[in-house]
């Protein structure tokens, strides 16, 4: 079967029951709609303002937009874990880490599909672009190694420690 009429379609919508938005991602084909996943800001709108929402909806488009996918064919099969589908649980989560200026990865901890507690770090924008993507194997070349065992004299999370020493047998 082929179908003609496919899209993606985004809904931010109060839910009065429980005081939340809700992020409802879905696609359309042929006039049924299949349901991608749901977060729910169980926080409140004047959360919606905040760095940690930022990053939250940032992991939701890249795991599940059609957009992001055609930009960045490698989040096509990653998904967010069942904990975070709550703002609140991501929002404690990154509010225990040393966020701030540095990008949300999930490849160096896991090597995984999963955005998680277990599988997530933040680190810096430089160090995540050093960081292969999954399946590439790891660059050893003198350079990338000094570069990275220099980046990670700035790293805070000694899980992020851990994991580059390893990978880039530091």
Same mark, same amino acid.
């Given at each position: ?13 109060? @839910?009065?029951?429980? *005081? ?8 359309? +084909? ?5 349901? !991608?996943?749901?977060? +729910? ?12 929402? *930022? ?15 055609? !930009? ?16 609140? *649980? ?7 880490? @040393? ?5 949300? @990865? ?11 507690? @277990?599988?997530?770090?933040? +680190?810096?924008?430089?160090?995540? *672009?050093? +960081?292969? %993507? !999954?399946?590439? %194997? ?19 999370? %000694? !899980? ?11």
């Amino acid at each position: 079967m082929c179908f003609t009429k496919i899209q993606q379609k985004t809904k931010f919508f109060l @839910d009065n029951t429980y *005081n939340t938005v809700v992020i409802r991602m879905s696609v359309l +084909i042929e006039g049924f709609e299949l349901m !991608r996943t749901t977060g +729910i800001n169980d926080m409140g709108n004047g959360y919606s303002k905040t760095p940690h929402y *930022n990053k939250w909806t940032g992991m939701y488009s890249r795991c599940y937009s059609p957009k992001s996918h055609s !930009r960045a064919p490698t989040y096509k099969d990653c998904y967010v874990c069942v904990k975070w589908r709550w703002l609140s *649980n991501f929002y404690e989560w990154m509010d225990s880490l @040393d966020w701030e200026g540095k990008q949300l @990865d999930k490849d160096l901890l896991g090597d995984t599909y999963e955005y998680s507690p @277990d599988n997530c770090c933040f +680190i810096s924008r430089e160090l995540n *672009n050093l +960081i292969e %993507p !999954r399946g590439v %194997p790891v660059d050893m070349s003198n350079a990338t190694r000094e570069r990275v065992a220099s980046l990670m004299l700035l790293e805070s999370d %000694p !899980r992020v420690i851990e994991a580059l020493k390893a990978r880039y047998a530091l």
